[in-house]
């Protein structure tokens, strides 16, 4: 079965430095993967994703992440933090269930950003 | 123009209540999916359906029932609620049931059992 460990549960960034959000995944095929952001009493919404083809896979507000099979991972990053981003970030796989597919989740990470 | 709405939002009521949530998706999908949101953030997959038919059925109370009238309708029933069963309940939809096919989320809707 799949899984999604995230490394961190909290992330305390300042205002215009680097957002490092760690995701590693465990996978017995080729995984899909995916970044989703849930602000405050919100929905989820998609950064990202990572099916096939380039590594390295540009997402919304400037957020990034690159596919690692070697090392198992696919890291969240954005080059600088505004205020905007804090929210709660979830790395997801892709995987069979029953007759369907259903998104395997990690627990979460909080990302603050301080001015 | 919301792709995928759920209806309430939020929902509070007492144990041994029955209750509905809604959900309705305007992007043409043809599948739909219930999560639930535990009061740890923990994202947890409780069914999905492909045009109509019932594809994934977790491992649930079968207090809890989903229903699909068409393919842009998910709706789900909740039977003599329990305590354990304040969340948030995400409705997603996405193009197929494939791997590949990213999920589009609800604003999600919040019970609270008392």
């Known amino acids: 079965a799949q899984s999604v460990t995230q490394l961190g549960s909290h992330v305390s960034v300042s205002e215009g430095a680097l957002v490092l959000l760690r995701c590693n995944y465990s996978s017995s095929v080729p995984p899909y993967l995916f970044w989703y952001v849930q602000y405050p009493n919100q929905g989820l919404q998609l950064l990202l994703k990572?099916?096939?083809?380039?590594?390295l896979v540009k997402g919304i507000n400037g957020f990034e992440a690159e596919f690692k099979k070697s090392e198992t991972s696919f890291h969240l990053t954005k080059p600088s933090a505004h205020m905007s981003d804090a929210a709660e970030y979830f790395c997801a796989v892709s995987d069979f269930n029953q007759a369907g597919t259903a998104l395997i989740f990690g627990k979460g990470t909080t990302l603050s950003v301080s001015s | 123009d919301t792709a995928v709405s759920q209806t309430p939002k939020y929902l509070v009521t007492q144990m041994g209540n029955d209750k509905s949530i809604k959900c309705e998706q305007n992007?043409?999908?043809?599948?739909m999916y219930w999560y639930k949101q535990d009061s740890k953030k923990f994202l947890k997959i409780m069914f999905s359906y492909n045009n109509k038919e019932l594809i994934i059925n977790e491992t649930v109370p079968n207090r809890f029932s989903p229903k699909s009238p068409d393919k842009a309708h998910l709706n789900l029933h909740i039977n003599s609620l329990e305590l354990g069963d304040s969340a948030v309940y995400f409705c997603?939809?996405?193009?197929?049931?494939?791997?590949?096919?990213?999920?589009?989320f609800g604003p999600g809707t919040r019970l609270t059992v008392t």
């Open positions: 992007l043409g999908h043809d599948t």
């Open positions: 997603a939809s996405s193009q197929d049931r494939g791997l590949a096919y990213e999920q589009y």
């Open positions: 990572y099916t096939t083809g380039a590594t």
